[in-house]
């Protein structure tokens, strides 16, 4: 009996601690009990966020409350910059396209992340401020990029487009600093860092976000924020809640708050730095250069005597990678490890890997390499 070891960029694994919660009797979502608990995991997810801003949860994927990114902000019509370097921001794209926004793209070659000096030079020459919108993802998933969203916003300056941050599968592994850095609006959702199943999609509004709403023209009706925000200030939600992910939500905040969300962030660092020195030992190519590499997930080149290497790990030892995306398939494949994965998870795929590669010559290299990467940082 093979042992299961989901390393996709999610879902992620879930802890059975979590697990359990979603077993829970149901309760009514119009009750004390209810109240009681919407409230906390409202006021506590803010750790996460690193916010004071309000924080929204809906029953959602992540691409619902990227649709709400967009829908409660502009007015058909509005100019919207999206900055690119993958399928997730050509995503956040299509979406407000989808609007009536007018959307202008700056794409980067997958593979590479979205820099300062682009940002800077297309936000300073809009001198009439047209720009209202821009939109940025933190780590674009189907490549393994991770953008550096502090520099980047930093380059906007003072320039009063909103600004959006797609932090889907990085928030609760990589930081970002909401409120600090100026970002007024966040989404994520609970598949990712979060340890929890699919079906909790998170946003974030600033203060100014909430003055664009007021301006907004969009339709929007399930994803209308101020009615979230209405039904949250009596500890409800507009419609039916998924209670048992609500539940699950107050477990993973809990095991997060105990764990320290610097140590998170740390640590997702270290094995992600771990897992490349051990592909690099055994002569695998890793997709994205170290210097912007995603902490979370890993994208590795699929060699060529090795063309069904996303099979041979899930036939040989049941690990499930995800593939490359769009027009990376069949070139890359994709190891997430963010959320509940630990030292021992990134051994077990990096020694898959050496086995895959089947040189006996190269056999304990890529384990070799990531213990001492491991080991350096203080056991
Ligand atoms: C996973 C992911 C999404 C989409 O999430 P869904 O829940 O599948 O809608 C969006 N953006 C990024 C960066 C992601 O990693």
Known sequence: MKKSR???PGPTEVPEKVLNKMALPMINHRGEQFR???????????YVFQTNNDVLIFPSAG??????AIANFFSPGDHIVSFQCGVFGERFAEIAESYGAKVEAIKVDYGKPITKEIVKERISNDKNNKIKGIL??????????????????????NHPALVIVDAISSLG???LKTDEWGIDVVVSSSQKAFMLPPGLGFISVSEKAWNAYENSKMPKYYFDIKNAKNSLKKGETPYTPFVSLIYALEESLK???????????????????????GVKAIGL??????EYASPTVTAVEIPEERKDLQKFLKNKFNITVAGGQDRLKDKI???????????????AVISALEMAVGDERLFGKGVKAAEKIYFEGGL
Do not use: C, P, W
């Open 333 to 347: 494949i994709r190891i997430g490890h963010l959320g509940y994965v630990d030292f021992l998870d990134i051994i």
């Open 255 to 277: 095991i997060i708050k105990d764990e320290g969300l610097e140590n998170i962030i740390k640590e997702h660092k270290r094995l992600s730095k771990v897992l490349r020195e």
């Open 6 to 8: 989901l390393r996709v």
């Open 136 to 157: 940025f993802t933190q780590n674009e998933t189907s490549t393994g990029v991770l953008n550096n969203i502090k520099e980047l916003r930093e380059a906007i300056g």
């Open 285 to 290: 190519k890793l997709f994205v250069e170290d």
């Open 173 to 175: 592994a990589v930081e």
């Open 63 to 68: 691409t619902g409350v990227m649709e709400a």
């Open 36 to 46: 009681n608990l919407f409230l906390k995991v409202s006021e506590e997810i803010k």
